[in-house]
């Protein structure tokens, strides 16, 4: 993650020691965070995902791909049914 270089420092605090007004280095940590957070559950999202699609056989053309996946469960619920 970018924010990585800054080891230890807040993102107010790299806000702040660059000059940037308190309220507005505030409201930009506020919004940071959020994305951070955004981040994680999208990262966590994605991690998912890929479990999920190690689970299944490969797509013969792309390897992991979502819309294989999606057609290999239809035929699998198809035959079930
Ligand atoms: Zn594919």
Redesign the pocket.
């Given at each position: 993650m970018i924010l990585n270089r800054y080891d230890g420092e807040t993102p107010q605090e790299i806000l702040e020691s660059q000059g940037v007004t308190q309220q507005y280095a505030a409201d930009l940590a506020e919004k940071v965070t959020a994305i951070q957070e955004e981040l994680r559950v999208t990262e966590e999202i994605l991690k998912e995902r890929d479990r999920l699609l190690r689970e299944i056989p490969e797509?013969?053309?792309?390897?992991q791909?979502?819309?294989?996946a999606i057609q290999w469960v239809k035929e699998r619920k198809a035959q079930a049914a």
């Open positions: 797509c013969s053309a792309h390897g791909c979502v819309p294989h």
